[in-house]
């Protein structure tokens, strides 16, 4: 079992940025893929970024050359550097693990936090 605790959301003018973390618990945090997921009013929770545990990225479309995953395996913990800040970026922000390799399928993840909120203001 792995918890996940996000953190360092909130409010931001367009241009903006914004460091999320997301502190791990539980099973060898090194082992496992982690991603970020976010899901905006009235949307269905989309796929922004993730990251093998050997350090590989993956990032949607909408957020390359903005947002940059990383982790910290000694700190348990996985951070989404959000630069250049749109208004569309206004979302709940979502950490979530998997044992497997590395995925943008919100099915294969299998532990989730509850979720950090951001708001980009134009």
């Known amino acids: 079992q792995v918890q996940l605790v996000e953190s360092g959301g909130g409010l931001v003018q367009t241009g903006g940025s914004l460091r999320l973390s997301c502190a791990a618990s539980?099973?060898?945090?090194?082992?496992?893929?982690m991603a970020w997921f976010r899901q905006a009013p009235g949307k269905e929770r989309a796929f922004v970024a993730a990251?093998?545990?050997?350090?590989?990225?993956y990032y949607a479309d909408s957020v390359k050359g903005r947002f940059t995953i990383s982790r910290d395996n000694a700190k348990s913990t996985v951070y989404l550097q959000m630069n250049s800040l749109k208004p569309e970026d206004t979302a709940v922000y979502y950490c979530a693990a998997r044992g497997r390799y590395l995925s943008s399928a919100e099915v294969d993840y299998d532990y989730w936090g509850q979720g950090t909120q951001v708001t980009v203001s134009s």
């Open positions: 990251i093998r545990r050997s350090g590989t990225t």
């Open positions: 539980g099973r060898p945090f090194s082992s496992y893929t």
